[in-house]
Nanobody, 126 residues
Framework: QVQLVESGGELVQAGDSLRLSCKVS????????VGWFRRSPGEEREFVAA???????YYADSVKGRYTVSRDNGKNKVYLQMNNLKSEDTAVYYC????????????????????WGQGTQVTVSS
C-alpha cells in the first residue's frame, strides 16, 4: 500500500516562493508517476503538475513557468517548487500516485490516481 504525506504549505505573501514536499512510502518511487493537484474552496480538484516515472514533467497552463515539479528517488520524495505565487494559487495541495503504470495522457486525470495524501494548505495573501 502506497502512502503519501505532503508538507510545506503555509501562509505567504503574493510574489513569494514555497516548496512543497511529498514523502512516498510503501512503494518504489522510481517506478511511480506522481501528480500534484489542488482544490480551492468551492472549486473542483484541478491538476497542477506531474512527474512521470520517466522523469518527464507536465504542468497546467496556469502554473507553467512558475512551478517546477521534481523527484528524488533516493529520498522517496517529490517536490513542487512554487515561485511568484498569486492569490489564486490559494488551495489545499495534494500529491497522488496511481496503482499502475499510466499513460502520459492520463497524468492530468485525478480519477486515475489510487493513492492520495492528506493535503497541505497553501494560502497566498495579497
Amino acid at each position: 500500500q502506497v502512502q503519501l504525506v505532503e508538507s510545506g504549505g503555509e501562509l505567504v505573501q503574493a510574489g513569494d516562493s514555497l516548496r512543497l514536499s511529498c514523502k512516498v512510502s510503501g512503494g518504489t518511487l522510481d517506478s511511480l508517476s506522481v501528480g500534484w493537484f489542488r482544490r480551492s474552496p468551492g472549486e473542483e480538484r484541478e491538476f497542477v503538475a506531474a512527474v512521470a516515472w520517466s522523469t518527464i514533467t507536465y504542468y497546467a497552463d496556469s502554473v507553467k513557468g512558475r512551478y517546477t515539479v521534481s523527484r528524488d528517488n533516493g529520498k522517496n520524495k517529490v517536490y513542487l517548487q512554487m515561485n511568484n505565487l498569486k492569490s489564486e494559487d490559494t488551495a489545499v495541495y495534494y500529491c497522488a500516485a496511481p496503482s499502475q503504470i499510466i499513460s502520459t495522457a492520463q497524468l492530468m486525470t485525478p480519477d486515475i490516481y489510487a493513492y492520495w495524501g492528506q493535503g497541505t494548505q497553501v494560502t497566498v495573501s495579497s
